[in-house]
């Protein structure tokens, strides 16, 4: 079981920048891809980026991409993402969670989120 | 990118009494649909994938059918604690992963 902790929210203005983290206890993190899901005020669950278990295969939503960049440190058992030229829109709680190593592509271990407000 | 649709969007439950959720895909996906808990201030918990196959530590009150594009959760005699909202999941066709709008199940 791998335990996941997202950090690095917070409020921040249209157009900037924020970076958050999620660190992983567990010894599968380091064989599992990770992905980012965030939830908007009052909506529903979107996926938004996934990295593979090494760092060489990344994919992005449409709403994101081009903005945010998501990485990965093994050696420090560590998911980030990188977000810039926020907008209003991408105010959310933001999830890190686990796909199992050698499975199928669901989503079996998640954080408990950190929200991300985007307003002036 | 598939579309994926659940309904009722809110089910009124009395405790003790069953529920029946449903979701549709815009395309078959086989069975490659995940259920997914999700509680006001709680990390998502996942409950079905493979569309049948109950997660770890998931109470057998928590039963998924279907396969192709339509698909179903059920819930058995509710407890307190299943009172949240509800997400289907595709992961046949990706990038993108899609959930469903979500149904929210809440006290008669």
């Known amino acids: 079981q791998v335990q996941l902790v997202e950090s690095g929210g917070g409020v921040v203005q249209p157009g900037k920048s924020l970076r958050l983290s999620c660190a992983a206890s567990?010894?599968?993190?380091?064989?599992?891809?990770v992905h980012w899901v965030r939830q908007a005020p009052g909506e529903g669950l979107e996926w938004v980026a996934v990295?593979?278990?090494?760092?060489?295969?990344?994919y992005y939503a449409d709403s994101v991409k081009g903005r945010f960049t998501i990485s990965r440190d093994n050696s420090k058992n560590t998911l980030f993402l990188q977000m810039s030229s926020l907008r209003p829109e991408d105010t959310a709680i933001y999830y890190c969670a686990t796909a199992p190593p050698r499975d199928d592509p669901y989503f079996d271990n998640w954080g408990q989120g950190t929200l991300v407000t985007v307003s002036s | 990118e598939i579309v994926m649709t659940q309904s009722p969007a809110t089910l009124s439950v009395s405790p003790g009494e069953s529920a029946t959720l449903s979701c549709r895909a815009s395309q078959s996906i086989g069975k490659k649909l995940a259920w997914y808990q999700l509680q006001p201030g709680q990390s998502p918990r996942l409950l079905i994938h493979g569309a049948i196959t109950r997660a770890t530590g998931i109470p057998a009150r928590f039963s998924g059918s279907g396969s192709g594009t339509e698909f179903t959760l059920s819930i058995s005699s509710l407890q307190s604690e299943d009172f949240a909202v509800y997400y289907c999941q595709q992961y046949n066709n990706w990038p993108p992963w899609t959930f469903g709008q979500g149904t929210k199940v809440e006290v008669k």
């Open positions: 567990g010894v599968t993190f380091t064989y599992s891809a």
């Open positions: 990295i593979s278990f090494d760092g060489s295969i990344t």
